[in-house]
């Protein structure tokens, strides 16, 4: 029926804003995002993406996870695209098992805080639970 064909339709809207966002995973812009830091960005489920920054400290994570959130809603924004990025983010030295799993774990509670919190927000994973993340210059 009728919210059938309105839940397909917010889906393929949400794929289509998914492809524009991993289209914004190019090395220039993921570059632009990280200053320098060394990582990759890839798809990770349906809509979410996994970002990987290898020697990067929290306070690093956050200013990244940041200018990734303002500059998906800036572009999107522009192709009148109305999406939020909600970004959780957890390193290593703040997960007590220090695997990937753990890791990943740690990163998805964040992200479901930063949801919780109204979305278009990022939230960091910390041993002494959710930190909202400051917005960046």
Known sequence: GKTR???????AQLKAATKQA????????FAAFTRGVDGTLSR???EELLAMLPDCGRAAALQSAERLRRLVE???AAAAQAVTVS???ATLSDVGEPTMEALIRRADAAL???KDAGRNRVYA???QGMQAGRPTE
């Open 5 to 11: 064909r309105s839940d397909e339709a917010q889906r």
């Open 22 to 29: 991993l289209g914004l995973a190019r090395p220039s812009v």
């Open 44 to 46: 990770y489920g349906g």
């Open 74 to 76: 800036q572009r999107l």
């Open 87 to 89: 970004i959780g983010v």
């Open 112 to 114: 479901y805080a930063a």
């Open 125 to 127: 994973a910390t041993a």
